[in-house]
């Protein structure tokens, strides 16, 4: 719903710069057009054309459409590209607010201070790149957050007779060692390694000053003695 709320935001900001003639006013916009183009229609037609100053991706996606003349000329396949980038953004904008607040008020209120700015609304409203670059950084991380929530979520950890969680912190004890194995092996990415073995954050953590979401730590421990899971700290496990 919210996304496309930004799909009706960004066409409308796109249709206003094209009837005031400003969708093509900064050069960089006409340059985008240019780089698409030559690729295929210029005296050396070949892909070194893309050039190496440039990220390549908008202009391979651009490189159809704009050797039509109109699109060329009123930058039109350009700003399409822009204006679907705008709205993913804003579905991956409220997709991890709300994932991560479980609030659509605050899902809304990201949505809109991202699609009521004006510069990102005129970004996304010509043939530039930066559009394409918010989509697919925010997709991106709320993917990322996905997975690691499904990873998380799928590892079913067995307490250890006699021990309970404790309740209403971010640090869970008793569980089995092999629970924290396979939590290790499946949820736990080789990059998280380094931030597991952070002890003043894993304190921090402990002492409830770091927010529970999204990082959620857990103490390994079999008959009161701690185990180590990982070769440099001491059974902390850092699971999204």
């Known amino acids: 719903m919210l996304s496309a ?5 960004g066409t409308s900001a796109a249709l206003t710069y094209y009837f005031r003639g ?19 229609d210029s005296l050396t037609p070949e892909y070194s054309q893309i050039g190496a100053e440039r990220l390549p991706l908008p202009h391979l996606l651009n490189l159809l459409p704009v050797q039509i003349d109109w ?11 822009s204006v679907v980038s705008f709205a993913l953004a804003c579905y991956a904008i409220a ?9 659509r008020a605050a ?3 990201a949505m ?25 950084v925010l997709l991106s991380i709320a993917f990322v957050y996905d997975w690691l929530d499904i990873l998380t979520t799928g590892v079913a950890l067995t307490p250890v007779p006699g021990t309970t969680p404790v309740p209403g912190t971010p640090v869970a004890q008793g569980f089995s060692p092999a629970s924290v194995s396979r939590a290790r092996a499946k949820a736990v990415p080789h990059a998280l390694r380094g931030v597991a073995c952070d002890r003043s954050r894993a304190r921090a953590l402990h002492r409830g000053t770091l927010a529970e979401r999204p990082f959620v730590l857990i103490r390994a421990r079999s008959g009161g003695a701690s185990r180590r899971v990982s070769g440099s700290c001491d059974c902390r496990v850092l699971l999204p």
């Open 5 to 9: 709320f930004g799909l009706l935001i």
């Open 95 to 103: 997709h991890l607010v709300q994932r991560v607040t479980q609030s």
């Open 112 to 136: 809109a201070m991202f699609a009521l700015d004006p510069d990102v609304l005129y970004l996304q409203s010509t043939p530039m790149t930066e559009p394409l670059l918010f989509a697919l």
């Open 71 to 81: 699109m060329y000329r009123t930058g039109a396949s350009g700003v399409a590209i």
């Open 22 to 40: 400003l969708t093509l006013s900064h050069y960089d916009a006409k340059a985008h057009l240019v780089v698409a183009r030559r690729v295929l």
């Open 107 to 109: 899902a809304a209120i």
